[in-house]
Structure formats: structure tokens, C-alpha cells
């Protein structure tokens, strides 16, 4: 699974079927007619549910979940603001802490969000248009459907196998165009998605614009982890035969047609949205920075940054980033970060001590020790104090 | 994607999967030569060394198997390598040992390699100074949760050695299996000699 | 030539469809000595995993709700009796008020992590640990603090169980006799489960029993109850005395 396709559904919910509903050229504004408290009907849409139940209530109980607050409620409240009450009353929300940007939708109508998609989002409405896609998916019963063709295509591909071996035949085309018949369904199913995304945003009244910006904002994200990686980014504007989706490019361009067709919409609520996010901020970032992604993290504090101004809180992330990859110009530049993070008011203690371990590694000792020694003042009693004490009175 | 086509590539690739060597039993006295490298210790009691690595600086050690307690000699991880084998080095490249190095950075290398490797919330919590061998070192706790979600913590003992990083950790369930033998690896590692 | 090789990787393909052989492993572990307490012992019965399908013609798990809630119920029903021939009270897991339910899915995991490593590090011989080789010792323990949930007080043991099945579909029956005519074994369903039980005062497991074949068809009362049967194989009876004073 490729880190910057997003919203990659989980096996579960993976899709599939060479005969699925295409949506993708219908500029209306009109919704399925909604069920209320659907119950699965066939066999197979039965067992989907009940194996969906199983594993969200491994969701529920799991440790990775972010219970603390109100986050999972705020999450639900802006999916419901797009796609009314009455739909919303459907799903649950569970947040949990991974850092990657990605959410999915089991059949059963439970949305798993990832903390990397709300460190990314900058605005409710960004936000909304990843969920309005879930939604989609779950409202179009893609789950089923994506059963049932990957079923079909491993079945035909089984007896291929087998009498193809039986007669001697060399089946390799056959079965190649099977497969690709798969992976361009479910790239058929994702489009239907992002369109019918699109009608929830333009109906709620969120821009329905912001959804093509959020993949130009990702195939940004992504050139910018390729130079991270000293790679030369590239984007295909056409999807390969075994993508399950499609190019961020090519998603781009059809949503920003979509929308073009479609009332403006009003607030993108960007303010709520930092507001809601903020408590958890810290939390996020420092996730992020572990990822040891410097091209994409820097991206994403600079796209922040865009928003809010360079705040103490993000200097400070740059700085611990930079901090980590470890290069002596890296080195330099976090402690220049470190100290106009300070200026900025950032106000916590480990500020210096990370300074004063950036210094010492940069081989300024003396700077080092003055603000090592400003850390132990602060938090005599930290965890790793006396570790600290070793490294000043050692350290040359 | 990648359609099999050859049964000798397939069996290849089965061949690499199978471990070479049965686990080996640790018996109590002084063992040498530990992670390929100049790691000695004296356990004073059994273990097993299992057959399979994380890597070539690596060697695993274990009671009642790595999902519920996992020793780990890391033996001398050179400037420029990485602590584990890396899996997608194009796409998620681990942390390499790096000449300006503190003893602090230890725990960040271990807890940034793991978090790439899959750890969630992979979080240093305690650091103090510490020998290793008769060499200055830092042992430090840390927790995270892995694919079965279940909680784990850890503990380890690094230090930098002629630009080299000898470290040992020792992890495991936070549920009882922890607690069970983190004494057994305390005492482990109090007896390596460098 | 080129024909050769093509209908190798054919083969090659068909054989990734096909079950690997059984490496010889033992099935059942049980701590020395052990045996029930004394009397009537309370054993609640953790959230078992019970997950029944069919398998379509390309192996695709088709999990199946109707199937599968049968086999909860039949499953359930022929536990209570079997435990209760013995003379055991089978009570199911009952969260509660006790708010306990995320740490009972957490031991839930880490008893998965458990069973996997006696199947892997004590059954599996070609992996066997060597210090879990003596003697026919079984030291395993999951640790006496689950025995002090709140909503574990007065129970005596822990039963953990995980049967999952997958009945292979007419097709997938078909494509196995037409692949048996052109010489190549593939397998049609998929039947695999464990038992352990846990002595709640100790945290010791001081049973296990693992089956990658297992019989009965759990759809059915009879065929659950054949496959209790099969999960409590070597299941610890009651010590002599306790039985002979029973009632």
C-alpha cells in the first residue's frame, strides 16, 4: 500500500466487480434514496456485516484509539454537517492514532480515521471531503460489491490455472487481463466515490472545490517526500493496469470539473476546524516527526504554517525534524528553529534541553551546557535528569 | 505486482524463508562472540537463541518465545547502517548510526527505526546513565503496540564504542510477561563485557 | 521449450492454491500433574472466536453471519453440557459494569500471542525451543492479574476458544476433482481451531490444544458437538479423589 495514495480501504471493504455503477459523468446534485437503519439482505452482504462487527469491535477496545476528549465526536459531528442527521445516524467514528493520511469504511457503517488525515486537513471542509468519500463507498455498498468481483475474478483465475496446466496452455494474457479488469474496477468504484463525495459536500454547503485541493495538496505532499528521499518526483496522469486507484492527478482533474458544475457552496470553516484540532496538536506533530519523512513532515508544518504563521508549536516541531535526521547543516538550522521557537513562545522546558543536545552534536559545548543546565533547573525531577547532569559534566 | 512464473524462484524463495538453523540452547556460563562481534555475557540462567535475526548486526534471545519476550544484542552497528534489515529502503529508509551521535540519540535511532518498521505509539519514557561493558552508556524504558495491538514495553542498555553502537533491549508484553523476566535480562545485561 | 516453462508456472501458480502439507506437530499440551479443582469448578467461557464461511472456487473466504451465529450457539450449548457431564458450572463472559471490556480484548490478543508461540515454539518441532523441550514440561502462564478482573471474581478458570471454518463450495469442490484428474492435490475448506484453559489463581495455562484439521460440522448440534469434543481432547479432568468424593 502506497503511503500517499490515501483512503485506501482495508481488505474488507476493498472493491471490485467489472459491472458496478458509474457515476462519474452525472453532474447532478441528486443522492441515493437514503434507508434508514439499513440491515444487510443477501448472504454474502450478511456475512460482510458480521465480519465487519468483529473487527470494529477490536476498533473499539483497541489501545491505539484516541478516547481522550471529544475528538471522535467533533470527526462525526462534521461528517453529519455534510451529509445531514438523518444519514449520520449510521455510522460511528473512531479515531485512532496512526500517522498516516488515510480513512476507510467497514460495510457496517463503523469509519476508521487516522490522525495523519486530521494533521493534514486545514479546514472542515478538507476534512469532509475524505469522509464524504467513505461515506460514498458505504452508501454505494462497495464493500459488496468489491466482494463479490474480487470473487468472480479469483474464481475465473482458479480454473484458468488449473486447466491451463491440465492442456498445456499458456494462460499468462488471460489472466493478466482478468486481473487488470479487476484493478480497473475498483479504480471505477473510487471515482464513484469522489463524485458522490462531491454532491454531499455541495449539498452541506462546503465548498465542493476543496475536495480536488486536498489531492493537489497530496501529489504536493508526495513530490516533496520523493526530493526529501533525493528522488525526482513524477505523476502519471494514467493509472498503471494494478492500481486500485487512481493517480491523485487524474482525481484531481475530474473533481475540479465536478465541482465546476456545481453551486460554489459556502464556508470551508477553517477556523473551527484549527480550534477543534488544537489540544491534540502536539500529539499529532510528534508523530509526524518520528515518521522520519523530513521532505513530507517540512511540507506539512509549512502548509500549517500557511494558515496559523510560523507559531512557537510548529518551529519547534521543524526544529525536532530536523534535529532527528541529524546532518550537520540539519543540526544548524534546528538550533536556529529551537531559539525562534523560544522568541515565538514556546515556553516548555525540553525546549532547551533539545537545544542543548543540538548544540552539543554541532560541537558547541559551552552554549550547549548553558542551556542543558536551564533544562535541569526547570525540571530537576524529569525522567531523565540525572542522564542529562552525566552529559554536561562529561561532555567537551 | 509481481506474477510468479519461475518454481525454481519460488523455491528459492522458499528455501530463504526456512530457517538454516534450529533455535540453540544458552546454557548458563560465559558466552563469546555474541551479534558476530566482541558482545561477551554470562547469563545465569537458560535461554534460546532463535535461528532467525531482525538483521546482521542482530541476535535474538528468548524464553518463551519473540512475541512474549525478545532480547536483542544489536553487535557494533557500524557509522552509515541501520539497526535492522531494512524492508523498503526506497520508500521508507531506517536511521543509520551516525558519527555525532550522543548517548542520547540511542534511544531516539531505536524509536524512530521502529516506528518506520510498524511500532505505534513508539514512546521513549525514562533515560539515565548507565555502564555497558565498562563503557559509558544510557539505559532507558519505552513503550509502543504493535499489529495485534497488543501493549508492549521495553528497556535497553546502548553505548557507542570506537564510533560503533553495542546495544542490548530486552521487550515484551506489558501484561505479566514483562514483569516475568525483566530481572532474568537485567542480569544479562549487567554481565556483558565489551 | 518455451511450452515446458510455460505450463511449469502453471503449475507453479495452481500449487500456490494448494494447502502445504502438515509438518508433524503435536496437538495437545497439558501441565504436568494438573488437574481440576475439587468439586464443582466455575469456568467462564472468554468471548470466543467463532467465524464459519464457504470458500469460493478461487479459495476467497466467504464469511457467513447465518452459519456462523448457528455455530456460536451449537458451540456454546455442546460446551456447557460437555463441562457439565464432569460436574463444571460453564458460565459466558459478562463484561458487566465492570468497564473492563478494552483489557478483556487485550488479553483476548495476548492470549492469540500465547497460543501462537506454544503451537510455534513447544508443538511445531522443527522450531522447537530448547528449553521447552524437557520432560514433557508445559510452563506457560499468561499471569495471575487476569484472574483479578472484576468481572472474573469467582470464577475458578478461563476457557479461551478460536474455531474458524471455511466449507468448501460446490465449485470449489468441482475445481478440486478436475485438478485431481490432471494430478494436482488442492484443498476445499479450511477447519482450524484451539482451546486453552487458564487457571485463574495462578495465570497458568494449564492446557492447550491446537487442531489445523479439525471434524464436525459446527452448523449443526451434533456437529458441534462433535467438534467440542475435538477442541476438549486432552481436556484436564478431575483429580481421582475429587472424583470418587463427588456426589
Redesign the interface.
Known amino acids: 500500500m502506497?503511503?500517499l495514495f490515501p483512503i485506501v480501504m482495508t481488505a474488507l471493504t476493498m472493491a471490485v466487480t467489472m459491472a458496478g455503477p458509474t457515476i462519474a459523468a452525472d453532474p447532478t446534485l441528486s443522492l441515493p434514496t437514503y434507508t434508514p437503519a439499513y440491515e444487510?439482505r443477501t448472504?454474502?452482504e450478511?456475512?460482510?456485516?458480521?465480519?465487519a462487527d468483529?473487527e470494529e469491535?477490536?476498533l473499539?477496545?483497541?489501545?491505539?484509539r484516541i478516547r481522550e476528549g471529544k475528538l471522535e465526536q467533533y470527526v462525526r459531528d462534521v461528517l453529519c454537517r455534510e451529509v445531514g442527521a438523518e444519514r449520520c445516524q449510521s455510522v460511528r467514528v473512531y479515531v485512532m492514532?496512526?500517522p498516516e493520511f488515510n480513512a476507510s469504511m467497514l460495510p457496517n457503517g463503523c469509519m476508521r480515521v487516522l490522525t495523519g488525515l486530521l494533521l493534514r486537513a486545514r479546514s472542515e471542509a478538507e476534512l469532509a471531503s475524505v469522509l464524504g468519500h467513505e461515506f460514498g463507498h458505504f452508501e454505494l455498498r462497495h464493500g459488496l460489491t468489491g466482494f463479490k468481483a474480487?470473487?468472480r475474478?479469483?474464481?475465473?483465475?482458479?480454473?484458468l490455472?488449473?486447466?491451463?496446466?491440465?492442456s498445456?496452455t499458456?494462460?499468462?494474457d488471460t489472466?493478466?487481463s482478468l486481473?487488470a479488469s479487476f484493478y480497473r474496477f475498483t479504480r471505477d468504484q473510487e471515482a464513484a466515490a469522489d463524485q458522490m463525495g462531491l454532491r454531499y459536500m455541495a449539498t452541506s454547503g462546503y465548498p465542493a472545490r476543496t475536495a480536488a485541493e486536498v489531492w493537489r495538496q497530496a501529489m504536493a505532499e508526495q513530490d516533496a517526500s520523493e526530493i526529501g528521499?533525493g528522488r525526482t518526483p513524477r505523476h502519471s496522469y494514467v493509472s498503471g493496469?494494478?492500481d486500485t486507484h487512481p493517480t491523485n492527478l487524474n482525481r484531481a482533474m475530474a473533481l475540479e470539473a465536478a465541482a465546476a458544475r456545481m453551486p460554489g457552496g459556502g464556508e470551508a470553516r477553517a477556523d473551527e476546524y484549527r480550534a477543534a484540532i488544537a489540544p491534540y496538536l502536539p500529539r499529532l506533530l510528534a508523530a509526524q516527526i518520528?515518521?522520519?519523512?523530513v521532505g513530507a513532515t517540512d511540507f506539512i508544518l509549512a502548509s500549517l504554517a500557511a494558515q496559523s504563521g510560523w507559531t512557537g508549536e510548529l518551529l519547534f516541531a521543524r526544529a525536532e525534524l530536523y534535529r532527528?535526521?541529524?546532518n550537520?547543516r540539519d543540526?544548524q538550522m534546528a538550533s536556529i528553529w529551537f531559539r525562534d521557537a523560544r522568541a515565538a513562545g514556546y515556553a516548555a522546558p525540553e525546549l532547551d534541553r533539545d537545544l542543548g543536545?543540538t548544540l552539543?552534536?554541532?560541537g558547541q559545548a559551552d552554549e550547549a551546557r548553558k542551556a542543558l543546565n536551564a533544562y535541569l533547573a526547570a525540571r530537576p525531577d524529569a525522567?531523565?535528569a540525572?542522564?542529562?547532569q552525566?552529559?554536561v559534566a562529561?561532555?567537551q | 505486482m509481481n506474477i510468479p512464473r519461475s518454481p525454481a524462484l519460488l523455491a528459492l524463495a522458499a528455501l530463504a524463508a526456512t530457517p538454516a538453523l534450529s533455535n540453540m540452547l544458552v546454557p548458563p556460563g560465559p558466552r563469546t562472540g555474541i551479534a558476530n562481534s566482541r558482545l561477551s555475557a554470562t547469563p545465569a540462567s537458560e535461554w534460546n537463541r532463535l535461528s532467525h535475526t531482525d538483521g546482521k548486526f542482530t541476535e535474538v534471545w528468548t524464553i518463551d518465545g519473540d512475541q512474549l519476550d525478545k532480547v536483542t544484542f544489536f553487535g557494533g552497528v557500524a557509522r552509515g547502517k541501520a539497526l535492522l534489515r531494512e524492508v523498503d529502503r526506497k520508500h521508507h529508509p531506517l536511521p543509520t548510526v551516525k558519527a555525532s551521535m550522543l548517548i542520547t540519540d540511542i534511544p531516539v535511532l531505536l524509536e524512530t527505526t521502529y516506528r518506520i518498521r510498524g511500532a505505534r505509539q513508539m514512546t521513549i519514557d525514562t533515560q539515565e546513565p548507565a555502564m555497558l561493558g565498562g563503557h559509558k552508556a544510557i539505559r532507558f524504558t519505552y513503550h509502543f503496540t504493535l499489529d495485534d495491538e497488543v501493549r508492549r514495553k521495553g528497556e535497553g542498555l546502548g553505548a557507542l564504542v570506537d564510533g560503533k553502537l553495542y546495544l542490548v533491549t530486552y521487550e515484551a508484553p506489558a501484561l505479566h510477561f514483562f514483569d516475568k523476566d525483566v530481572a532474568r535480562y537485567r542480569a544479562l545485561a549487567a554481565s556483558i563485557t565489551l | 521449450m518455451g511450452q515446458f516453462r510455460i505450463v511449469r508456472g502453471a503449475v507453479a501458480f495452481a500449487a500456490l492454491l494448494v494447502c502445504a502439507p502438515l509438518a508433524a506437530q503435536e496437538k495437545t499440551g497439558i501441565k504436568p500433574g494438573f488437574a481440576l479443582r475439587p468439586g464443582t469448578a466455575r469456568i467462564v467461557l472468554m468471548r470466543p472466536t467463532i467465524l464459519v464461511g464457504a470458500q469460493s472456487i478461487g479459495g476467497v473466504n466467504e464469511p457467513n453471519a447465518d452459519w456462523t451465529r448457528q455455530a456460536r450457539e451449537n458451540i456454546a450449548l455442546a460446551l456447557r453440557q460437555a463441562q457439565a457431564n464432569v460436574g463444571n458450572a460453564m458460565v459466558e463472559y459478562d463484561e458487566g459494569a465492570s468497564g473492563e471490556g478494552p483489557l478483556a480484548t487485550e488479553y483476548a490478543q495476548l492470549f492469540g500471542a500465547l497460543a501462537d508461540s506454544v503451537i510455534e515454539y513447544q508443538f511445531f518441532a522443527g522450531n522447537r525451543l530448547p528449553t521447552k523441550k524437557r520432560n514433557d514440561s508445559f510452563e506457560w502462564s499468561i499471569g495471575a492479574d487476569l484472574g483479578k478482573l472484576r468481572s472474573l471474581a469467582a470464577a475458578d478458570y478461563a476457557l479461551f476458544i478460536t474455531t474458524r471454518d471455511d466449507y468448501g463450495s460446490a465449485g470449489r469442490k468441482v475445481l478440486q476433482m478436475v485438478a485431481a484428474m490432471g494430478g494436482v492435490g488442492l484443498k476445499s475448506g479450511d477447519h482450524t481451531g484451539y482451546a486453552g484453559l487458564v487457571d485463574l489463581r495462578t495465570g497458568e495455562l494449564v492446557w492447550l490444544n491446537a487442531d489445523r484439521q479439525m471434524g464436525g460440522d459446527v452448523r449443526t448440534a451434533e456437529g458441534a458437538s462433535k467438534r467440542v469434543s475435538q477442541l476438549l481432547e486432552g481436556f484436564p479432568g478431575k483429580s481421582s479423589a475429587a472424583v470418587n468424593g463427588a456426589p
Open positions: 502506497r503511503r444487510p448472504v454474502d450478511r456475512g460482510l456485516w458480521m465480519e468483529e469491535r477490536l473499539r477496545d483497541s489501545p491505539l492514532e496512526v474480487e470473487r475474478t479469483k474464481d475465473r483465475t482458479a480454473w490455472a488449473i486447466l491451463g496446466a491440465m498445456r499458456d494462460i499468462t489472466r493478466i486481473l528521499h493496469y494494478f518520528k515518521t522520519y519523512d532527528a535526521r541529524g550537520p543540526l543536545l552539543l552534536r554541532n525522567s531523565d540525572t542522564m542529562i552525566t552529559l562529561t561532555e
